[in-house]
């Protein structure tokens, strides 16, 4: 029977070993510029001590009726404990098609923008580090200059269709003072306690070397001080299946209690075990499903408006903020803080459509009755009705 036990013991080791790895991960890896321990909360705070983080993103074009949409389910009235401030979202913008004053109305409002890169494309096996950067850089210039962002702002990226690109991808990000990624696939694989959900970390230790590469094309560098939020499923309790966005699970769900269940559950893995951020991620066919709307209002007014006061909606940079200075619940109001944001006036496609829909063109001789000098188109009226009943008259004249 020892011989049997060998393996045993051996594999224990083993299990002991990687266990011990990811509790050290690397002694040169401190906070504020690295992390790698992303199954222990940061700072080493106790899980009731530590604010439970909920990321909603939305990533597709921008126009005036999404932003409708958004502001219904996140009305200004839903706001976070501690410091007050209005819900916000991380919004990654695919470029074509996007509306550009709608995005800086959803930046005044507080969300962040993030770029979904120029156009959405699968096709990007052979992409040069070029390629990438037209596709995210030039997209990013090209949303300061017109929804009128801070040049800072932008410092996020997700691939379109979630596909990573490798290198050449990370090494643009990188190039270019981005501060983060969220394409990669990450989450626990069961709402079972010990699965743990994981933090966000630095790419100081290539991706592959600590996790496992879940779609084609993982960077394999090591990108210092770079963090990476990898886009974390939920998971269907109903039969297991996960989901990279919500509506991939609310296929099978038929009630919005189904959906606000889904939601609740995947909330309480996060809540209860090591308060990692809690992702939901939404895409245009999320938000025209009304089922699945409604159940994320019905989600929503559990965590934020019935008296969760250590929850907190907030950004990705958000996250990042808290993680490079990690503070106690009872802090975080001075560290989340919502000034206001510089509005510049604009009329989004949507809004001009509506008010011009169903008026009809105005003739040019109708504008001219309406204008303030009206009395100078009167004067000319009757001065050339004076010269044709005088022209009349002399006909008139001769031919009597």
């Known amino acids: 029977m020892a011989f049997l036990l060998l393996p045993v013991l051996a594999l224990a080791g083993l299990l002991g070993a990687i266990d011990a790895s990811f509790d050290t991960c ?36 921008v126009s005036g009726n999404l932003r409708k ?46 770029t979904y890169g120029i156009n959405r494309t699968g096709n990007t096996e052979e992409w040069t580090e070029f390629d ?19 040049d800072d702002h932008v410092r996020g990226a997700r691939t379109p269709l979630q596909k990573p690109g490798g290198d050449n991808q990370y090494n643009t990000l990188y190039g270019k003072g981005f501060m983060y990624d969220s394409t990669l696939l990450g989450g626990a694989k069961s709402l079972e306690e010990e699965q743990l959900p994981p933090w966000p970390v630095t790419l100081d230790i290539p991706w592959g070397n600590r996790f496992q590469c879940l779609t084609p094309r993982c960077p394999t560098k090591s990108y210092d001080g770079f963090w990476e939020l990898p886009i974390l ?25 189904d959906v606000y269940r889904l939601l609740y559950l995947n909330f309480r893995h996060h809540y209860d075990t090591n308060r990692a951020p809690m992702m939901i991620n939404l ?20 965590i934020v408006s ?16 808290w993680m490079e200075s990690p503070q106690p619940i009872s802090k975080v109001g001075d560290l989340w803080i919502c000034p206001p944001r510089k509005f510049h006036r604009c009329d989004t496609e949507d809004d001009i459509a509506a008010r011009t829909r169903g008026v009809k063109p105005v003739s040019p001789f109708r504008s001219i009755l309406f204008v303030d000098q009206l009395w100078i188109f009167q004067m000319v009226f009757l001065m050339v009705s004076y010269f044709i009943v005088r022209r009349y008259d002399r006909l008139k004249y001769k031919k009597t």
């Open 132 to 150: 990438w950067e037209k596709q995210f850089i030039d997209h990013a210039e090209e949303m300061v200059e017109k929804a009128f962002l801070p």
């Open 233 to 257: 499923r939920l998971i269907n309790p109903e039969n297991g299946r996960m989901c990279a966005f919500l509506d991939d699970c609310v296929v099978s769900l038929r009630t919005p209690n």
């Open 26 to 61: 690397d002694f040169n890896c401190e906070l504020p510029r690295c992390y790698c321990n992303n199954y222990k909360i940061p700072g080493g705070l106790s899980a009731p001590e530590t604010p439970q983080m909920v990321l909603f993103t939305f990533s597709d074009r």
């Open 306 to 321: 019935d008296g969760h006061d250590d929850t907190f909606l907030v950004t990705f940079q958000d996250v990042i903020a």
């Open 283 to 302: 895409a245009t066919k999320t938000l025209k499903n009304k089922v699945a709307v409604a159940g994320l209002k019905m989600f929503l007014q559990t």
């Open 69 to 114: 949409t958004l502001i219904d389910i996140f009305p200004d009235s839903l706001r976070n404990p501690q410091n007050d401030c209005p819900v916000s979202l991380t919004i990654f913008v695919l470029g074509s098609g996007s509306d550009y004053c709608a995005v800086h109305k959803l930046y005044v409002r507080g969300h962040e923008i993030a």
